[in-house]
């Protein structure tokens, strides 16, 4: 790929990894957000906002540690990516997730921006996973879980 075409797949990249196109953005989905509702859970659903934002949290922790870190040990599924159902939050543990969230997305996103991530070359302590995909990965999951967030906030008025 040349210098030119690698530049634009990267800003593509971090583009979709902040919610860009059709996808609703990280900032705008999570600025605002009521604290009355973070634990609030609607219908049969057995997560609240805050399981969302923990889930999202761990999940993409866990991908961007496999992405650079070949000692690194994912939690044990599914458990392991879910908060207990009984656990709540205060508003300060919620600022806590969505900061650690925030400060490990823009480190995905520094991975896809560096010059020296081979964004198509198999992770070598993978099994045909690339940073590519593991980027796409982290996008794809924060947009289907931003919108359930979403949708339970509406719900939940």
Do not use: C
Request: charged share 20%; no cysteine; proline share 6%.
């Amino acid at each position: 790929m040349d210098q030119q075409n690698n530049i634009a797949l990267r800003e593509h990249l971090r583009y979709l990894l902040r919610g860009g196109g059709a996808h609703l953005g990280v900032h705008e989905a999570f600025s605002h957000f009521p604290s009355q509702l973070i634990n609030t859970r609607v219908g049969n659903l057995p997560y609240t906002p805050w399981h969302v934002l923990e889930h999202m949290r761990i999940v993409q922790w866990d991908i961007l540690e496999f992405s650079r870190n070949k000692d690194h040990i994912s939690p044990r599924f599914p458990e392991g990516y879910w908060p207990p159902q009984s656990a709540t939050a205060d508003p300060q543990r919620w600022k806590q997730s969505l900061e650690i969230f925030l400060s490990e997305l823009r480190e995905m996103e520094e991975l896809v921006m560096d010059s020296t991530t081979e964004l198509l070359l198999p992770i070598p302590h993978g099994d045909g996973q690339t940073i590519l995909r593991e980027a796409l990965l982290v996008a794809d999951h924060n947009a289907y879980h931003l919108g359930a967030l979403m949708t339970i906030r509406k719900t939940a008025g």
